[in-house]
């Protein structure tokens, strides 16, 4: 099977050069996204591997059906960059991967709430230059507060139990409950309750056209004052500019966010040498008590190690004609 990699980095290329699995795959590593500009470098390949900030709409679709691209293989989660129906009509087989490792972005949620909350980033900044102060830097405890977790899937549900082991209270929405976690104690509710209710609030469902700027001025006005808003989901979940009115008028206490509507244009990029051109997200970083981080929620060792295994174990699926575990379905 051969495959051309979209969006590499070094990290990508040295996991899956050293992965056991590789043998028997051809893969060409690209360093630029797929879209419908670079679809051609695709001509002569099985398959695309693509990840988070690629572009898979109907023109590059099409583009990659016409040079006889068979299979998009996301390595990652969430696949709302890939138009399925399109796919689907093209006979083009869409496969990611739903579960590598629900704990590194739920950990990472937390490590958001921990630095927003004890401004541990700010510590660190004041103790290298020699101030040992602690003015300003009141945090509040964990123990008793009340979390709002929008999405218990299995992100969500990692989430949730860390969250019970500090000794708060988790109230959550999702379409679907899960037994498991109202076992544990975890109380499900309307959104409208939870937004209401909560301290700090957690996104971990999915984009889709229903949850597209669920997070806006509405929602935010139904929020506890100095509320803190976490965002590792998807960018698009959250409409950034009823935010920074949140923030300006304290609303939102605290914004901590792995995920941004344009990051496209932004992340995983080193732009330390130019002039930031998005107005919205140089606003969000100008804050005191907002933290931004570049979609790294799923960045660690294990991670990466089973988004490389069950990446390659999806393209063998693929080239040997088996049923395919990881299919992502088009359901019209
Ligand atoms: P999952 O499919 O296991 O869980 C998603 C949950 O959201 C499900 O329980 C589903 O019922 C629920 N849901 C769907 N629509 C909803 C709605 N309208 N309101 C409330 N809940 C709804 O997915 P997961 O593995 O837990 O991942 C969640 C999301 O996290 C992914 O969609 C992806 O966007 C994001 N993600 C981010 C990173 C990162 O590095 N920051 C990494 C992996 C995944």
Redo the contacts with the bound molecule.
Sequence with gaps: MKTAFFSTKSYDREYFDKSRELEGHDITYFEVPLNVHTARLAEGYDAVCIF?NDIADTETIHKLASLGVKAIALR?????NVNLKTAYENGIKVVRV???S?E??AE?AVALILTLNRKTHRAYNRVREGNFSIENLTGFNLYKKTIGV?????????FCRIMLGFGCKVVA????Q?QELIEKGVIYEP?EKVLFESDIIS??????P??AH?IDKNAIDKMKNGVMVIN???GGLVNSIDTIEGLKNGKIGYLGI??YEQESELFFKDLSEMVIQDDVMARLISFPNVLVTG?????TKE?LEEITRITLQNLSDLDAGRSLQNEVPYTA
Aim: glycine residues 10%; hydrophobic residues 45%; neutral net charge.
């Design positions: 988070v990652c989660a969430g696949f709302n739903p579960a590598y629900p590194a972005v990472h929008v999405g218990t899937g299995l992100i969500g549900t990692a929405f999702d379409i679907r899960n959104l996104l971990h469902c999915p984009l889709n229903s949850t669920m590792t989901s998807r792995d995920v979609h790294l929620g799923f960045f991670a």
